[in-house]
C-alpha cells in the first residue's frame, strides 16, 4: 500500500467585463514543508486537547498475524496506555507510550495506535519481532507517521 501523501490544486480563472471566461487555469501545487508542519502542530495540538484528532492511545498485543489496511483493532490486545504526542522534523507527527511494570506483560508482538482508550478507530497497527515483557520490565512504544 501507498504512503499517505498531500496533494493540492489550484484552479483560477479570470473572467471578462461581461462575465466571459477570458481565462482558466488549473494545476497541482506543492505542499510546503512549513505547510506540513502546521498541519502536524495542529494534529498535535488537537490530540493533546482530545479534540479532534485523538490518535494518541498506543495499543500492544500477543497476536503476531501481520498487519493489514482492512485491520479494525489488533489481534490479542494485552495493554492500551495514554502515549505523549510531539512532533518531529516539521512532518512527522509521533506519539510515545511506555507499559510500566505488570501492564502488558507477556508475549508481544504487535503494535496499534488508536483514538480511543476502549476500543476506537485503529489509525496503524504493526506486527515485528517478539519482545518478551516480563512483570518488572518497563516497554517504551514509539509511533511515527510522517506526512510527506
Known amino acids: 500500500m501507498a504512503g499517505l501523501k498531500l496533494e493540492g ?3 483560477i480563472t479570470l473572467y471578462g467585463p461581461k462575465n466571459e471566461v477570458k481565462q482558466h487555469i488549473e ?4 505542499i510546503t514543508t512549513g505547510g506540513l508542519s502546521a498541519l ?4 498535535v495540538s488537537a490530540a493533546a486537547a482530545a479534540t479532534t484528532f485523538t490518535h494518541r492511545y498506543v495499543a500492544i498485543g500477543s ?3 501481520g498487519e493489514t489496511a482492512a ?6 490486545e494485552l495493554a492500551r496506555h495514554t502515549g505523549t504526542v ?6 512527522i507527527y509521533r506519539v510515545t507510550a511506555t507499559f510500566v511494570c505488570g501492564t502488558g506483560t507477556g508475549n508481544v508482538y504487535e503494535y496499534g495506535l488508536l483514538d480511543s482508550n476502549t476500543a476506537g478507530t485503529l489509525f496503524s497497527r504493526d506486527t515485528e519481532a517478539l519482545v518478551t515483557k516480563g512483570a518488572n520490565d518497563d516497554l517504551v512504544v514509539v ?3 510522517t506526512y510527506a
Request: aromatic letters at 6%; a negative charge; zero cysteines.
Open 9 to 11: 490544486r489550484w484552479y
Open 63 to 65: 497476536d503476531n498475524t
Open 86 to 91: 510531539s512532533q518531529v522534523d516539521g512532518g
Open 27 to 30: 494545476g497541482v501545487n506543492t
Open 40 to 43: 502536524v502542530q495542529h494534529l
Open 71 to 76: 485491520d479494525t483493532a489488533l489481534g490479542t
Open 143 to 145: 509511533t511515527e507517521i
